[in-house]
C-alpha cells in the first residue's frame, strides 16, 4: 500500500465528515407537498440549485440555501412557505459526525495538522468542529475565503494561510465535483475520495479511494 507523507490533512467537512442531513430534512419539511414517489429527484433537485446558487459571487450561506429552497420549489409547482429555507440553515449547527469519523481524527491528529477547508459560515462550523472531537490545526470557510468551493479561490486562501504548497496537503472529500476536481485542478496530487454514495467514482481524478475515514490513517503510515 502507497504511504502519503502529507505535512497538513485538509478535510470538506459537510458531508464527508459531518452528516450533512438536507435531504433527510428536505423529505420532512416537504412530506405533504411531494409524494414519496417523486421525493428522490426532489432532492437530487435541491442538491443541484444548491450546487449552482454557489458558482457565483460570495454570499451568506444563508442566502444560498434559501435561493435554492425557492429554486426548487419553483421548478416543482409547489409553495415556498414561511421562509422555510432557514429552517434548513438553522438546523446545520445540530449535525454530527458519521459514525466513522471521531476515531479515525483522534488517531489522524495524533501525528498530522488537520484543517477544514468549509463552505461554511464563521458563526456555524465551530458547532460542527466541536463534535468531531479532535483538535483541528486551522479551519478555513467560504465567508473568510469569500469563495465556494469548487472555486479555486477557496483552495488558494487555504494554501497561503497555511504558507504552503499543493505538494503539501492530502485533501479528503466524499465529493468530486465541490472538491477533488478543483484540488485535482490546483496541482493536489495527494487526494483522498470517501465513497458515501454521494457521486460516483471517477479514477479520472487521480485519487486514493475509501469506502469510510476508518481507511485514511493507514494511507498516511499510522
Excluded at 55 to 74: E, F, H, I, S
Aim: proline share 7%; hydrophobic share 35%; aromatic share 12%.
Amino acid at each position: 500500500m502507497t504511504t502519503l507523507r502529507p505535512k497538513y490533512i485538509s478535510f470538506d467537512c459537510y458531508g464527508t465528515l459531518i452528516n450533512f442531513q438536507m435531504s433527510p430534512t428536505a423529505r420532512e419539511i416537504f412530506a405533504n407537498r411531494i409524494a414519496a414517489a417523486d421525493m428522490d429527484q426532489f432532492t437530487r433537485d435541491f442538491a443541484a440549485y444548491r450546487l449552482d446558487e454557489v458558482l457565483g459571487d460570495w454570499k451568506p450561506y444563508d442566502q444560498v440555501v434559501c435561493n435554492a429552497v425557492q429554486r426548487t420549489c419553483k421548478r416543482w409547482g409547489i409553495e415556498y412557505r414561511d421562509n422555510e429555507g432557514m429552517k434548513f440553515y438553522d438546523a446545520i449547527p445540530s449535525w454530527g459526525p458519521w459514525p466513522d469519523v471521531p476515531d479515525a481524527l483522534a488517531k489522524l491528529a495524533k501525528e498530522y495538522p488537520l484543517v477544514a477547508l468549509t463552505n461554511a459560515m464563521d458563526e456555524q462550523i465551530p458547532h460542527n468542529i466541536e463534535k468531531l472531537g479532535a483538535p483541528f490545526h486551522r479551519v478555513y470557510t467560504a465567508q473568510q475565503a469569500q469563495s465556494y468551493k469548487p472555486h479555486m479561490k477557496g483552495f488558494e486562501y487555504m494554501l497561503d494561510m497555511l504558507g504552503c504548497g499543493p505538494e503539501d496537503i492530502l485533501h479528503v472529500s466524499s465529493s468530486l465535483r465541490y472538491d477533488l476536481m478543483t484540488a485535482h485542478d490546483m496541482g493536489i496530487k495527494n487526494k483522498v475520495f470517501v465513497a458515501r454514495g454521494h457521486e460516483p467514482s471517477t479514477p479520472y481524478y487521480n485519487y486514493h479511494e475509501i469506502s469510510d475515514l476508518g481507511g485514511l490513517p493507514a494511507l498516511v503510515g499510522l
